[in-house]
């Protein structure tokens, strides 16, 4: 993977700190931008970001996002507005933006991540689950726009993984109880999804384009 340069959003921490390592640790360049160098909330930082930004970029990683819980007659316009631009037009403007940066028959590869709630569903996660729906789809159409330029473009969507994200929206008592629900017992790490999310950005993904990979511990397969 060595020469190749990636640009994973949200490495702060969570899930896109973990992809950020496990890319470097297999050799990539990797552009982490913080919150304040890329804000998805703003088109303006957005566009700033992409000006600024030269060279090539072989990977793409729409990892960031929120998810504000509300139940839809309580759904706020802002909070709509907000998830709906960072969770799904923010990830598509990056790809419009990045694409003319990704040199063509060079395995180059956009990974979106989304979630099971884009699958399933659960109260209070319509606004997230919407964007995230939404994304699965944006994967599927470029993955038919860009498959003649050799580009694969997939979205991840982990189940129940154990990062701030996860702990500030469910309390730790009903923490154990979920756990009981997962097959496999327990929370994932943010290691397992970088795992699986550093083969399909790498060119050992050869054939896998235009899905929706789950990673929830069987979850949602009950
Ligand atoms: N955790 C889970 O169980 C789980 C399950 C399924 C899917 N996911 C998805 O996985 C991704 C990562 O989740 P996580 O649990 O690792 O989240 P997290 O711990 O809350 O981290 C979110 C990351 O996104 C960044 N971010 C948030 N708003 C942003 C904005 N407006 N502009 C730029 N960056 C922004 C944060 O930056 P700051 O730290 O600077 O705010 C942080 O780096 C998300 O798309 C989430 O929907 C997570």
């Not at 919150?35 to 566009?47: G, Q």
């Not at 802002?78 to 631009?85: D, G, H, I, R, Y």
């Not at 395995?107 to 939404?134: E, F, H, M, Q, T």
């Not at 699986?196 to 060119?203: E, G, I, N, T, W």
Request: some cysteine; charged content about 20%.
């Amino acid at each position: 993977m060595s020469g190749r340069r990636a640009l994973v959003t949200g490495a702060s921490r969570g899930i896109g700190q973990a992809i950020a390592r496990r890319l470097q640790a297999d050799g990539v360049e990797v552009l982490t931008p913080t919150h304040a160098e890329l804000d998805l909330a703003s088109d303006r930082s957005i566009d700033e970001y992409l000006r600024q930004l030269t060279g090539s970029v072989h990977i793409l990683v729409n990892n960031a996002g929120i998810n504000p819980l509300a139940e839809i007659r309580a759904v706020q316009d802002e909070k709509l507005a907000e998830t709906l631009q960072v969770d799904l037009a923010a990830p598509l403007r990056l790809v419009r933006g990045v694409l003319p940066l990704m040199p063509r028959g060079k395995d180059c590869r956009i990974l979106n991540i989304s979630s099971v709630w884009s699958v399933v569903a659960k109260p209070g996660r319509g606004v997230y689950a919407a964007a995230k729906a939404g994304l699965n789809a944006l994967t599927r159409t470029l993955a038919l726009e860009l498959a003649g330029e050799g580009i694969l473009a997939n979205s991840l969507s982990p189940g129940f993984v154990d990062t701030e994200l996860t702990r500030r929206n469910i309390p730790p008592a009903q923490l154990t109880a979920l756990c009981a629900q997962i097959p496999l017992g327990r929370l994932a790490t943010v290691d397992e999804i970088a795992e699986l999310a550093a083969f399909l950005c790498s060119p050992r993904n050869t054939y896998l384009t235009g899905q929706n990979l789950i990673i929830d511990g069987g979850y949602t397969c009950q």
